[in-house]
C-alpha cells in the first residue's frame, strides 16, 4: 500500500493545510528558543578567547585526560549497546512470552531515573563491598572507580536509545524476504546478516550514536562511580562543572564547545552513512 504525501501547497499556491504558518511559526521558536540559542551562546562566549587561551584550555594535560576517559568509555559503551541493544530489541519483537510487556517498559527505566540515583545504585553494586563488586574483588578485578565502572554507568543510560531505534524496523521488517531465504535454501546465520542485518543497520547505527553522544556528554550517573581521580577516571564533564565551580567560566565553555563539536561532528557522521546505507539497500 502506498504512502499518501501531503502537500503543504496546491497547484493554486493556497495552502492546504489548516493552521500550518501558527504551527511552524511554534516550532520555529520553540527550536530556536530551546536549541539553537543554548548553542550559539556557546559559540559566543568562546569566541571571546584568543586562539592561543582557546588552545591553552583545552589541550591542558588535564582536560586532554578528561576527554579521552569519556570518548574511550563512550565508544566502548556503545558497542556494548550495539550488539546486546540490538539483541534486545530482538527478543522483543520475535517472541512472545510471560513478563515480555513489563521488560519493554524496564528498557526506558534510564531515561525516567534521575541520573544521581543510577549513579548512587551502580556505585553501591559495584563497590569492593557491594553485592557484585565484593565477587570481583575476590578475584583481584576492581570496577567501581575505574574506566571499567565508568563504562558500566554509559551502557546503562545508553542502552534504550538503541533498543528504541532498531525495534520499530524489526516491527516492520517483512518476514516474507526470511521466508524466501530458507526455501532457496539460506541458513539462519546467512538469512540474518544477509537479508536483515542490512536493514536494521541504519537504526542500529543511529542508535549506537545517539548513545556515544549520551555517554561523552553524561555526568550524574558516571560522576559517583568514576571516582574522580586525576589523569585515571575525570571524565570531561566533570572538569566543565569544576571550572564553573572556580568560577572560571571561559574555560567551562572552551571544554564545553569542544564536545559539542565532536557529537555534532557524529551525528552528521552516523547521518551521512545512514543516507548513504539506505540509497545502497534501495539500488
Known amino acids: 500500500m502506498e504512502q499518501q504525501i501531503v502537500k503543504v501547497k496546491n497547484r493554486k499556491g493556497v495552502r492546504v493545510i489548516p493552521g500550518y504558518g501558527l504551527c511552524m511559526g511554534v516550532t520555529l521558536t520553540m527550536l530556536g528558543s530551546f536549541i539553537l540559542l543554548p548553542l550559539c551562546s556557546i559559540f559566543f562566549s568562546t569566541s ?3 586562539v592561543q587561551e582557546f588552545k591553552e584550555i583545552v589541550t591542558s594535560p588535564q582536560v586532554v585526560s578528561g576527554y579521552k576517559v569519556s570518548l574511550c568509555c563512550a565508544f566502548c559503551a556503545s558497542l556494548v549497546n550495539g550488539v546486546f541493544g540490538m539483541i534486545l530489541a530482538w527478543v522483543l ?5 510471560p513478563g515480555r510487556r513489563a521488560m519493554d517498559g524496564l528498557i526506558e527505566l534510564p531515561f525516567a531515573l534521575p541520573t544521581a540515583v543510577a549513579g548512587i545504585a551502580l556505585t553501591y553494586l559495584y563497590s569492593d563491598k557491594g553485592w557484585l563488586g565484593s565477587l570481583f574483588a575476590k578475584m583481584g578485578i576492581k570496577i567501581a572507580y575505574t574506566p571499567v565502572g565508568i563504562t558500566i554507568a554509559m551502557v546503562f543510560v545508553g542502552i534504550p536509545f538503541v533498543v528504541r ?3 520499530p524496523v ?7 524476504y526470511e521466508e524466501a531465504a530458507a526455501m532457496l535454501g539460506a541458513g539462519r546465520a546467512y538469512t540474518f546478516f544477509h537479508v536483515i ?6 537504526a542500529l547505527l543511529a542508535g549506537a550514536g545517539l548513545a556515544f553522544a549520551r555517554g561523552i556528554g553524561e555526568y550524574g550517573s558516571v560522576v559517583f562511580i568514576a571516582g574522580n581521580i586525576p589523569y585515571k577516571t575525570q571524565i570531561a564533564p566533570l572538569l566543565i562543572v569544576m571550572k564553573l565551580e572556580q568560577y572560571k567560566y571561559s574555560d567551562a565553555t572552551a571544554i564545553a564547545f569542544v564536545l559539542l563539536i565532536f557529537s555534532f561532528t557524529l551525528m ?3 547521518n551521512s552513512v545512514q543516507i548513504y546505507m539506505q540509497r545502497f539497500n534501495k539500488g
Open 165 to 167: 531505534a532498531v525495534q
Open 93 to 97: 519483537v520475535r517472541y512472545d512470552f
Open 48 to 50: 571571546r578567547l584568543s
Open 170 to 176: 524489526l516491527e516492520k521488517l517483512d518476514r516474507q
Open 197 to 202: 542485518l542490512p536493514e536494521i543497520v541504519p
Open 268 to 270: 552528521l557522521l552516523i
